[in-house]
């Protein structure tokens, strides 16, 4: 399939699915459209499997879908972007302290422990996977996903301080936990170097680097749209940010998902302040809450079909269903560690914020991408099947179950 082809089918695809779900599934919608998704594909896989068909069951070219290249080097700077112009800078000044913690700290420390346990677990099974490799799977699932979360936490009704920490951890956690993935990955390259300090300078340079070049990127964005007032104009500033600020981040070797959060928000709030007219923001608003949901419907909709990828041995399912626990213990442990911390310097925390940051946690499409741009052969199937089986828990599990487990709390009444 032509690269026309395959956005063709997938914008056709979220638009069907998106209509059932609308129509008669009614869940909420990027959960719904991943559902529908892998219904049909798990449909058309097991009609394959009877003899249904005589070539390939779903989409040709599924297969061999670049999943990481299209959300990585493509769809994640928009959708991050998309999420960081709408947050109020304040606001996450405010809890600044727990954020970085829970963004940063809490990412490597449930890399460590998914990855320790992963270890044993694989080990147990007789699949002999190398520490390194169990520690990628760490560092892949430990993000959270800022576009599954934001929408349910509002249904949910949760203190507005717990939902900007949970938001902000999400928007900037999926940046780090790229960076460490890909620490993690160069140690595995022939003649890596396995020292603390090299380790530490190639971390330097891409988590300062992203956020520097962010807010230098930002702050150009800003400047350039101070001197006019034209709004179709500044649409296309922001793109440009989003488009060639994202690939120059890459060129220079600095975190591209980090830049783009800061950029976001220093379009968002000094650039709505001071640079733009009310019909500006009205037009800009209007313009991004678009694209990321044309953004995350196209996401779920590739989550729910990529399940034509997986290896579905009983080993690995069980292996899978057993590392659920483990992903949410190691959550636990992660994000409860950094707020007990917080509470013990008498900093305010919400009532059960430890239990509502476990089960809200929701792991999403950067963990699949991740996955799949593993090296192929060795380890690669089980680990992208491990994955898929984590990720469609988080999302059609707890995804459904955060709002009752916030009611049950009573989290929105404290």
Not at 241 to 248: D, H, K, M, N, S
Not at 339 to 348: D, F, G, K, T
């Amino acid at each position: 399939m032509t690269p026309f082809e395959v956005f063709a089918s997938l914008t056709t695809l979220a638009a069907v699915f998106s209509w059932i779900n609308l129509r008669w599934v009614r869940l909420p919608a990027t959960i719904g459209l991943m559902a529908i998704a892998m219904s049909s594909s798990l449909g058309l896989v097991a009609m394959h499997a009877l003899g249904a068909f005589g070539g390939d069951p779903l989409l040709p070219g599924v297969r061999d879908f670049d999943f990481h290249e299209v959300l990585l080097n493509g769809m994640l700077g928009a959708m991050l972007f998309a999420g960081a112009i709408h947050l109020q800078a304040d606001d996450l000044l405010s809890q600044k302290w727990p954020i970085a913690l829970l963004a940063t700290g809490s990412v490597v420390l449930s890399t460590l422990i998914v990855g320790g346990a992963s270890w044993l677990l694989f080990g147990a099974f007789g699949f002999g996977v190398p520490l390194l490799h169990c520690l990628l799977f760490g560092a892949l699932i430990s993000p959270t996903d800022p576009i599954a979360v934001g929408a349910l936490l509002q249904k949910a009704g949760v203190p507005k301080s717990l939902h900007i920490k949970i938001t902000g951890e999400s928007l900037f956690n999926d940046g780090f936990g790229v960076v460490v993935f890909l620490l993690i990955l160069s140690l595995l390259s022939p003649g890596a170097e396995l020292s603390a300090g090299h380790v530490m300078r190639l971390f330097a340079e891409e988590v300062l680097g992203g956020l520097a070049y962010g807010f230098v990127l930002g702050y150009l964005a800003y400047r350039m749209l101070k001197t006019v007032d034209h709004y179709q104009v500044e649409i296309l500033i922001t793109l440009a940010v989003v488009t060639g600020g994202y690939a120059l981040a890459q060129r220079l070797h600095v975190s591209g998902p980090l830049a783009m959060v800061v950029a976001g928000l220093m379009v968002g709030n000094q650039g709505r302040a001071f640079a733009m007219s009310e019909r500006t923001q009205q037009r800009l608003d209007n313009f991004w809450e678009l694209v990321d949901d044309f953004l995350n419907a196209i996401l779920f909709v590739l989550i729910g079909i990529e399940v034509v990828v997986l290896e579905f041995t009983p080993s690995f399912v069980v292996v899978g269903l057993l590392l659920i626990p483990v992903a949410l213990a190691a959550r636990f442990v992660s994000v409860g560690a950094p707020i007990m911390l917080l509470r013990s310097l008498r900093s305010p925390v919400s009532p059960h914020a430890i239990k509502l940051l476990t089960w809200g946690g929701l792991r999403g499409g950067i963990s699949v991408a991740l996955a799949l741009s593993l090296p192929k052969g060795g380890h690669h199937d089980l680990l992208v099947t491990v994955t898929y089986i984590v990720v469609a828990f988080s999302i059609l599990v707890q995804g459904l179950t955060v709002a009752p487990l916030a009611a049950r709390l009573r989290i929105g009444t404290r």
